[in-house]
């Protein structure tokens, strides 16, 4: 398959791994921000081939699970109406509130739709005039320009039975809350490759100055992750923190300019809480004053709502990679994807998620 097999070649991948061991002097810590990136390491093995070369910190890059416990719970308050039809993408339907999910609102008769796309939640809106319309907005960089387009189009048709719950966060902040923590053991991070593809590098290179950490923006793909590796390995033997883009065929330090110019009209910079790690100032989006009419957070007035955090879920110290997930006590017994104690269990791009499917045999012994 053009442009997908050629990047799992095993022959090169090998000749890379040998290149990385030869490279390293000692372990060095490198923390991938993408739940996307987390599984790919995982179900590839790469952590393991590269054992004594890097350690692999998991990140909080991973957009249903970091979605806050007081937002799941506002969903679940708005979708148990009965004129709302409420629509989500499906990772968000077992995401554990205080008390039940999505699913649980569906099977009690809400109207909870799985979409794979915004723009379908606008056509909903538009094909049942009678009904709210409420799409639940969450990620990151990547995915905030369609959720932004969405409430352009929604506006274009003169729809007033759509609107949005938003819960965007975005990446440089976060790096700046796990370069903070005193508990940080990050020497390096490899960047999301395809946020960088919307926005660019630039937000990059005042972290590499002001942490002294080198910052590889790296695609997904077992090579693609090798070489991100691979120049993260040798800045830091050269003890000099840069930035580099590792993944040139998806990225330009520009971004993409048109996206950047939506986000900018239709969100504005907010401070936003991220499940099981806290409020980090400057890291969210919220729809900005000339679009407030489509918050659904305002339409509904569910921002008084009390929450309760499973005091058994560790899923924080997961994000903040302090926790290797099959190191919880939880794993795989009181906490699986059927039954989770929170998000990082459930997302498509969740680590623990990814340690079940891959690494469930390797659970230590009193776990």
């Given at each position: ?206 972290l590499v100055e002001r942490f002294g950490v080198p910052i590889v923006v ?39 300019p048109v996206a950047q110019r939506v986000l900018a009209d239709v969100f ?14 400057a890291s969210g989006w919220r729809l900005s004053g000339e679009w407030a ?75």
């Amino acid at each position: 398959m053009r442009f997908l097999d050629e990047f799992a070649d095993p022959v090169l991948a090998r000749r890379m791994i040998e290149q990385i061991k030869a490279t390293a002097t000692r372990t060095w810590t490198l923390m991938e921000v993408c739940g996307g990136q987390t599984h790919s390491i995982i179900r590839n093995g790469v952590d393991t081939l590269l054992a004594g070369a890097v350690e692999f910190i998991h990140g909080p890059g991973c957009p249903v699970c970091v979605t806050p416990l007081e937002m799941i719970d506002r969903s679940l308050e708005i979708a148990s109406r009965p004129d709302v039809v409420f629509c989500s993408f499906g990772d968000m339907l077992r995401v554990p509130g205080s008390g039940r999910d999505l699913f649980h609102v569906r099977a009690d008769g809400g109207d909870v739709r799985v979409v794979y796309s915004p723009l379908d939640a606008v056509r909903i809106a538009a094909d049942n005039p009678a009904k709210q319309v409420v799409f639940f907005g969450v990620g990151f960089e990547t995915t905030a320009p369609a959720n932004a387009m969405a409430v352009v189009a929604a506006r274009e048709r003169g729809l007033r039975n759509f609107s949005m719950l938003v819960s965007h966060v975005r990446v440089p902040p976060a790096i700046t809350a796990v370069m903070r923590s005193p508990r940080c053991r990050v020497e390096g991070f490899l960047a999301a490759g395809h946020v960088c593809t919307v926005m660019g590098t630039a937000e990059y290179g005042p972290l590499v100055e002001r942490f002294g950490v080198p910052i590889v923006v790296t695609g997904f793909e077992p090579l693609d992750l090798l070489a991100g590796v691979r120049q993260s390995v040798e800045l830091l033997e050269a003890g000099a923190p840069a930035l580099r883009n590792a993944y040139p065929r998806a990225v330009a330090a520009e971004g993409n300019p048109v996206a950047q110019r939506v986000l900018a009209d239709v969100f504005e910079v907010c401070d936003r809480k991220w499940r099981g790690i806290g409020e980090i100032p400057a890291s969210g989006w919220r729809l900005s004053g000339e679009w407030a009419d489509f918050d659904a957070g305002r339409r509904f007035a569910v921002d008084d709502l009390e929450v309760r955090e499973s005091p058994d879920c560790r899923a924080g110290e997961v994000l903040q990679g302090l926790l290797k997930p099959h190191h919880c006590p939880a794993f795989g017994s009181r906490c699986t994807p059927r039954s989770p104690l929170g998000a990082t269990m459930v997302s498509s791009e969740g680590a623990c998620a990814a340690y079940y499917a891959f690494r469930r045999l390797e659970v230590p012994s009193g776990a």
